[in-house]
Each structure stands twice: as structure tokens, then as C-alpha cells.
């Protein structure tokens, strides 16, 4: 592993249900991210973790959920998916908040 | 609220400048990022500012004015390989956050 890793690089997924997004790192970064990209909307805050054992809810956290029981591992999982959550995932970290993120690659994610 | 502008779409011809305009409103504002990302791909970092003035990498120079919420991003002597989305992302609260992009096309 070198960097940020994610998976599944894509998936189709029938709505309701669960899900779970995983990202690695090994950079020992202590800050970690997900945001989802939607077309013309950017980039959009769901959930971030500054340290290990502590998370927080970002700009559109509603049906994600998140851990972060040790520094290099930020798994997001949709309980029960629903179609307005198809989107692309990226996840990030940072070796203090907010400085220097480095992204994984995404995980494209289609709820039908 | 927060609130963050830049123009959607620039073109320009190799070789020439192209300046992406950055205005923001934001609480907790420490510094102002830009990020660049090719074809959906993941978004790299190339500039930071957390004090006004000019902040050069090579090819790219990045400009905050804390007094007036607003920066810029500067893509000089402008390569095919330029041609990415390029994300505004002001630091609030020690998380980014990420404006709609704008799209810089690179014509021969």
C-alpha cells in the first residue's frame, strides 16, 4: 500500500441495502475524510475524524455512519441505501486537519 | 452561511495565463487551498495559502486577500495536461470545503 487506498473501485448496489466503503492509509496521517462528488456540486463533506477514536459529522452526513478505531482505517457504511446516495466517494487524509490532504482514487457507487 | 464563487469554465491556448477566481464567505476561516483533479480522478494539491500574498509552485502561484474573501489561482506557460477541474477549497474550522470547480480547457 502506498498512500490512500480505497474499495471497492466501483459498485452497483440494490436500494436498502447495507454497504461499506472502505479507505486505508499508511501514511500515518492523524486526520481523515469522506466526501462525496455529485456533478456541479464539487465536493461535499460527509464525515472526518481528526484522531483515532474521535469522528465528526461533516455537511451531509445523513444515512452514513463512521469509525475510526485506529489511525489508518476510515470505513463509511450506508445502512440502507437509497438512490439519491449514488454518487462517487472519495476519502482523505491529512497530516494535521485541514493541511496537505491526500485523496484516494474513489469508490463510484450506483443505488438502483 | 458559507458561500464560495468561481467561474465554471475557462479555455485558453498552450502557453497562455489563466487566472480562476476564488471568492468565499466562511466562518472559522484559517487558509485557502486549491486542489486539482483530472477526469473524475483523485483531487491533488497544489497550493496552500494561510497568509495574504502570493504563494508560487513552479507553473502555479496561488493569491489570498483575507480582507476581502477572495484568492486566485495562476496557471502559467499553460500545458495540454493543465486541462483538469480546479477546486477552491477554504479551510473553516479545520476541514475544507470545496466549491463546484472549474473546468480549464487547454486548446492546441
Known amino acids: 500500500i502506498a498512500g490512500i487506498t480505497q474499495a471497492p473501485t466501483s459498485q452497483i448496489l440494490a436500494a436498502g441495502r447495507r454497504m461499506t466503503l472502505r479507505c486505508t492509509q499508511d501514511m500515518r496521517h492523524n486526520a481523515m475524510y469522506w466526501y462525496r462528488q455529485d456533478l456541479g456540486l464539487g465536493l461535499r463533506l460527509i464525515h472526518y475524524s481528526n484522531t483515532a477514536g474521535t469522528t465528526g459529522k461533516g455537511e451531509v452526513p445523513d444515512g452514513y455512519s463512521v469509525s475510526r478505531a485506529n489511525t489508518d482505517d476510515f470505513p463509511l457504511t450506508l445502512a440502507s441505501a437509497v438512490p439519491s446516495q449514488t454518487s462517487v466517494y472519495f476519502c482523505?487524509?491529512?497530516?494535521?486537519?485541514?493541511?496537505?490532504?491526500?485523496f484516494g482514487s474513489g469508490t463510484r457507487l450506483t443505488v438502483v | 452561511g458559507q458561500s464560495l464563487e468561481q467561474p465554471s469554465e475557462v479555455t485558453a491556448v498552450e502557453g497562455a495565463i489563466v487566472q480562476i477566481n476564488c471568492t468565499y464567505q466562511?466562518?472559522?476561516?484559517?487558509?485557502l487551498s486549491w486542489y486539482q483533479q483530472h477526469d473524475g480522478g483523485a483531487p491533488t494539491f497544489p497550493s496552500y495559502n494561510a497568509l495574504d500574498g502570493l504563494e508560487e509552485t513552479g507553473r502555479f502561484s496561488s493569491f489570498l486577500s483575507r480582507s476581502d474573501s477572495y484568492g486566485y489561482l495562476l496557471l502559467q506557460e499553460l500545458q495540454m495536461k493543465d486541462s483538469a477541474s480546479y477546486f477552491c477549497a477554504p479551510l473553516n474550522d479545520y476541514k475544507l470545503s470545496f466549491g463546484a470547480g472549474t473546468t480549464v480547457t487547454v486548446r492546441a
Open positions: 482523505a487524509s491529512s497530516p494535521r486537519t485541514g493541511h496537505g490532504y491526500t
Open positions: 466562511t466562518s472559522g476561516f484559517y487558509g
